[in-house]
């Protein structure tokens, strides 16, 4: 009626007719449901087909009502589409490694050297099955009764008391109360302890997690995933290509009551640099002064000193001061099952009051997430720890991984001073694990990939187990002739 500006005396009018066709047909169009009062059942009858809802006669408030909330609908900014467009997504960050990876599998230069995996591979550049990893693999697939049934949502509970040992001690597990939740992989157990901690780490007001600068690229993705706000604080020292435990220590000692530090237990990926034992206790001790939480991430066991229990120090300090502390493990390089994504989460509480509460949450986490954890990895590895001959023979493998590491620095470096490489490489030896920080420019590392087909990272982190000793005098000279002629 206000298109025409009048109230016709007659229903049937054909401007007013025509009116209510257009608008009709325009809130049709749009989606939108159209209603009519009319006076009586014979005109009712006549508008059935046009209409969504018809009032008779004296049904002015339902008319109304019904009205009134659509013209308000009508008047409200115009909703997006809710139809996902898979073509406007945008792309994510390549993963660095991966994208390497991708060039080395496509370069058909015979020379090509991939010194950037995070996996261990031996002398031939080839991913080692351990011996005893396939001595448990075939007695488990051999037994009659083997079957490829789900696990429980805590995951392997027997292989978990074997990884809580070799990780926490046997004292620890004896006489404390770990809960433990297999996981897929080390980073599944980030993952998890990071969405448990953000869920109830309640310290009354944000919490801050510190990693350490540099980390892993991928720690700082896992927590904010989880919708926490990641800092950094220092662990390494440019200048001396070493530990830089004075700004270590100085930004934990700085750091708010209840915030979460990400510790490497031992062989620091990248850098290669860990703390002392003294170090780490004095670490602990601040830890526990400050109210500070402990996030200890484990994925190289064995690979820094080739003795897993050395390599477990830090996590034996940090349980001595009654550190608040979660323990990430991998067992993906340790053990060469990759594939098989094997890893834990291990939270040491108070009591066994507390132990069964914290184990019912992590459940309750992982079966809204994966449900339940991989089989066959885990039974592999309770197999291994669980056979005193299998688990002797698994920790030499562990030694010879670790040794063949430290061999290849030793090899590395000796070929730099054969050359008389214009700098000092006795930071290559002094670290430890699968990683060097070899000190090269992001320019001289691109170098090392474009030109010389030697693949790296920009940071110059080097992977030692992509060295073999036909291909460490190489690698070398293409170090030698980029520190000289970039």
Not at 167 to 193: K, M, N
Not at 242 to 267: E, N, P, Q, W, Y
Not at 269 to 293: A, H, M, V
Request: hydrophobic share 40%; glycine share 8%.
């Amino acid at each position: 009626m206000s298109i025409l500006n009048y109230a016709p005396a007659r229903h049937d009018e054909p401007p007013f007719l025509e009116a209510l066709d257009r608008i009709s047909t325009a809130a049709k169009r749009h989606g939108k449901f159209v209603g009519i009062l009319v006076s009586d059942g014979v005109a009712a009858k006549k508008t059935a087909e046009l209409y969504d809802i018809i009032a008779v006669g004296g049904d002015v408030k339902a008319i109304s009502g019904w009205m009134g909330g659509h013209v308000k609908a009508a008047k409200a900014e115009s909703l997006p589409s809710k139809r996902l467009d898979y073509e406007v997504l945008p792309l994510p960050k390549p993963d660095t490694m991966f994208e390497l990876l991708a060039r080395f599998d496509k370069d058909t230069d015979p020379r090509k050297v991939n010194l950037a995996p995070g996996a261990y591979r031996d002398d031939n550049g080839l991913i080692w099955l351990l011996p005893s990893v396939k001595a448990a693999t075939a007695a488990i697939i051999s037994l009659p009764t083997y079957e490829h049934q789900y696990l429980g949502i805590q995951g392997h509970v027997p292989f978990l008391r074997q990884a809580a040992r070799l990780i926490l001690g046997d004292v620890a597990v004896e006489t404390g109360h770990i809960a433990s939740l297999q996981t897929s992989g080390g980073t599944g157990a980030c993952h998890t302890g990071a969405v448990f901690l953000k869920k109830f780490h309640d310290v009354g007001g944000d919490v801050d997690v510190f990693i350490s600068n540099p980390s892993w690229e991928n720690h700082h993705a896992v927590f904010q995933h989880a919708d926490f706000v990641t800092r950094s604080y220092r662990c390494y020292n440019a200048k001396t290509r070493s530990l830089d435990f004075a700004g270590m220590k100085a930004d934990v000692d700085t750091a708010r009551r209840g915030s979460i530090f990400v510790l490497h237990v031992c062989a620091h990926n990248p850098t290669g640099c860990d703390p002392t034992d003294e170090q780490w206790d004095e670490l602990s001790r601040i830890f526990k002064r400050k109210g500070l939480y402990a996030f200890l991430d484990c994925a190289y066991q064995g690979f820094a000193t080739g003795d897993l229990v050395r390599d477990k120090y830090a996590v034996e300090a940090f349980l001595r001061e009654g550190v608040d502390m979660v323990v990430a493990q991998s067992f993906s390089k340790i053990a060469g099952l990759y594939g098989e994504r094997l890893g834990a989460l291990h939270i040491p509480c108070r009591s066994e009051f507390a132990k069964v509460r914290v184990v019912e949450q992590l459940k309750a986490i992982n079966r809204r997430e994966v449900s339940v954890a991989p089989r066959f990895g885990a039974d592999i590895m309770y197999h291994v720890l669980s056979d005193e001959a299998l688990k002797s023979q698994w920790i030499s493998e562990v030694k010879i991984m670790s040794d063949r590491l430290s061999d290849m620095r030793r090899r590395l470096v000796a070929e730099l001073q054969r050359l008389n490489t214009s700098c000092n490489w006795e930071h290559i030896t002094k670290q430890r694990g699968m990683f060097s920080y070899t000190g090269l420019t992001a320019e001289q590392s691109r170098y090392m990939t474009d030109e010389c087909h030697a693949y790296m990272p920009p940071s110059g982190r080097l992977s030692v187990t992509g060295l073999t000793t036909s291909n460490v005098e190489y690698v070398a000279r293409c170090m030698d002739h980029v520190v000289r002629h970039t």
